[in-house]
């Protein structure tokens, strides 16, 4: 199974900035466009930044997407307690033909 | 309120068949494709393939082409994904996700099911 590549594991305090990184190649995020998801246990995954670094209605602003080369990123601003809960990202690939999805990110706000 | 309900929980032996349902309500059932994603304990979110609700065509992830069927019911709004010949590594928890964008199948899911929990053990 290939996935894009993803820190297994990230931190911050209430209040700071953190940024969660998401690794792929040239035929998925190197062509194509990024979405980043949250994923709450228990829950079912929610949306929070689509392909064209649009924030579906309720998404806080201080969710952001960014792009660069083969790589991607997903940067919270103002980190709440509320925000620990496992990331992933996700890019269309153009050899898989159909969506590509991360390995996860578990996000710890101490 | 748009709503994507999935069926109950499984418990399947090895070899053994399964089938999952996905209920839609609240937005027109024939606009969004739907995809299924799973996510087996200490893994990253497995894409498995999507269904055009319209038609009930199929694109089917290469991992799972000869295991997989995915058919639907547009007289009750439901979306079913077969598994076939199941092994250990096939538990997960199994969710279906509505496409993002109207009539097109793209890489992004803003709606999601509850999850359906799928152990196979003998």
């Known amino acids: 199974q290939s996935v894009l590549t993803q820190p297994p594991s990230a931190s911050a305090t209430p209040g700071q900035r953190v940024s969660i990184s998401c690794s792929g190649g040239s035929s998925n995020i190197g062509t194509n466009t990024v979405n980043w998801y949250q994923h709450l246990p228990g829950t079912a995954p929610k949306l929070l930044v689509n392909s064209h670094n649009q924030r579906p209605l309720g998404v806080p602003a201080r969710f952001s997407g960014s792009k660069s080369g083969t790589s991607a990123s997903l940067t919270i601003s103002g980190l709440q307690s509320e925000d620990e809960a496992d990331y992933y990202c996700s890019s269309w690939d153009d050899i898989l033909n159909g969506p590509l999805l991360g390995g996860g990110t578990k996000l710890t706000v101490l | 309120q748009v709503r994507l309900v999935q069926s109950g929980a499984e418990l399947k032996k090895p070899g053994a068949s399964m089938r999952i349902s996905c209920k839609s309500s609240?937005?027109?059932?024939?606009?969004?494709?739907i995809h299924w994603v799973r996510h087996a304990p200490g893994q990253g979110l497995e894409w498995m393939g999507v269904?055009?609700?319209?038609?009930?065509?199929?694109t089917y992830a290469q991992h799972f082409l000869d295991r997989v069927t995915m058919t639907r019911d547009a007289s009750t709004s439901t979306v079913y994904m077969d598994l076939s010949s199941l092994r250990s590594d096939d538990t997960a928890i199994y969710y279906c996700a509505r496409d993002y964008a109207i009539e097109a199948f793209t890489d992004a899911f803003d709606i999601w099911g509850q999850g359906t929990v799928v152990t196979v053990s003998s």
């Open positions: 269904l055009n609700p319209s038609d009930g065509a199929t």
């Open positions: 609240g937005y027109f059932f024939t606009s969004y494709y």
